[in-house]
């Protein structure tokens, strides 16, 4: 069986893939301390607790956060007995082509997020994934990569509203009722969650004015269903599209 591990900066995935579906997802906080006997501990323990029993045979990696990388290698190598794959390292193919700046590093993640999209959907397509940063990823009609933008996230973005003006509280980001708001959190979060969908119409609308033609705008990431609520914003909701990027391009190499 396959385990699938995606490294954000606030969080990281565990999902097993036994060839047709999504066995379990465990999710903890990133920590680049955290060793390879803590990882395993945290791991089947809660493995134990689902009652859940899998032999795993291969590991592939998407991780944003350098540091991270070699423990979970080691974690990989010292209990499953395997060399994980690494997407962005030499040694792991991509399935689709990268068109972009020559020297130009693109993020694990928005890189398994094109090759899930244009498995899932085709070409033609804005990804958008809420995560400590908003990303929007293009993908051409032949599914390669090719750019896309990235904004601050959306509690990122309340965090150092709440930290650089001492009047104001942290709260929580939600869809308000009125766009007016009649108190100060109402306030925030009006200008946190219509701002947002502002930004994300304006992106998405400038790409698809640029690239002059239709696309399909995919969702994913945390606060994703959030900002799918009472918006038109999104054609396509995808919950796991990341670990289904990494089970794409893990059989894209077991193949060749």
């Known amino acids: ?39 395993f501990v945290w791991y089947s323990t809660l493995l134990r607790h689902y009652r859940i029993e899998v032999e795993i045979s ?13 423990n979970l290698r080691v974690f990989a190598d010292r209990y499953f007995n395997c060399r994980p794959l690494v997407v962005g390292k030499p040694e792991c193919r991509l399935p689709v082509e990268v068109r ?8 694990p993640d928005r890189l398994v997020n094109t090759v899930a999209g244009f498995d899932l959907h085709g070409g033609d397509l804005i990804v958008v994934d809420f995560g400590t940063a908003t990303t929007f990823d293009v993908v051409d009609t032949d599914g390669a990569y090719i750019g896309g933008a990235i904004a601050p996230g959306v509690n990122l973005s309340l965090q150092a509203l709440h930290e650089a003006a001492a009047a104001l509280p942290h709260v929580d980001v939600t ?8 108190n100060t959190v109402a306030c925030m979060q009006s200008g946190v969650f219509w701002g947002y969908v502002g930004l994300i119409n304006g992106i998405c609308e400038r790409i698809k004015a640029e690239r002059g033609r239709a696309m399909m705008v995919i969702a994913t990431g945390g606060l994703a269903p959030l900002f799918q609520q009472g918006t038109d914003m999104f054609d396509m909701f995808e919950d796991e599209l990341t670990m289904h990027g990494l089970t794409v391009i893990h059989d894209y190499n077991k193949e060749g």
């Not at 490294?7 to 903890?28: A, H, K, M, P, Y």
């Not at 291969?58 to 070699?70: K, L, Q, Y």
């Not at 972009?100 to 993020?107: E, H």
């Not at 869809?175 to 009649?182: A, D, F, L, Q």
Request: glycine share 8%.
């Open 100 to 107: 972009v700046d020559a020297g130009t590093q693109v993020g």
């Open 175 to 182: 869809r308000p009722e009125k766009v007016i708001g009649t």
């Open 58 to 70: 291969d590991v592939i990696i998407s991780s944003t956060v350098p540091r991270v990388v070699f």
């Open 1 to 39: 069986m396959l385990l699938a591990i995606d490294c954000g900066n606030t969080n990281t995935v565990f999902s097993i893939w036994d060839g047709e579906r999504f066995l379990c997802t465990l999710r903890t906080s990133t920590e680049h301390q955290r060793t390879a006997d803590q990882y």
